[in-house]
């Protein structure tokens, strides 16, 4: 794991614990760490963004199983980058309201957000009743 915070002041107020499986980290910094001059009475206010990648085998992909859902990793580090074709399928159905759909959305944005000019992609919808 790798990174800091924007400002070394909370650093003793980050904890991590990394395994090969999970990463724990604890942001709990102190009453006198969160009093600051711009904080006003409020204390800290921002973001704690953890970024993270997978340790993935030198192979051509890796696939994971679990309660039903997958994964496939095909990202080999040892070729060099090549256009993509991509095809997203959505799920627009009733169960996908609310949280779902948002967090489908934003995930969706993201991804595209990550391809390049010479990347193509196709989308398609499913309404179920």
Do not use: W
Not at 13 to 35: G, I, M, R, W
Not at 80 to 105: A, E, L
């Amino acid at each position: 794991m790798e990174g800091g915070l924007a400002s070394n002041d909370l650093a003793s107020a980050v904890s991590t614990n990394v395994t090969d499986k999970e990463a724990l980290v604890h942001f709990s910094p102190s009453h006198e760490q969160q009093q600051c001059p711009h904080c006003k009475d409020m204390g800290l206010s921002g973001e704690l963004i953890v970024v993270y990648d997978v340790n993935r085998p030198k192979s051509q992909g890796e696939l994971q199983v679990v309660n039903g859902y997958f994964v496939h990793y095909f990202a080999p580090s040892s070729l060099s980058r090549f256009p993509k074709n991509v095809v997203f399928i959505i799920d627009q159905s009733g169960s996908m309201r609310g949280t779902k759909i948002q967090q489908t959305r934003e995930a969706m944005l993201k991804i595209l957000d990550d391809l390049h000019k010479e990347d193509h992609f196709g989308l398609i919808t499913l309404m179920v009743k």
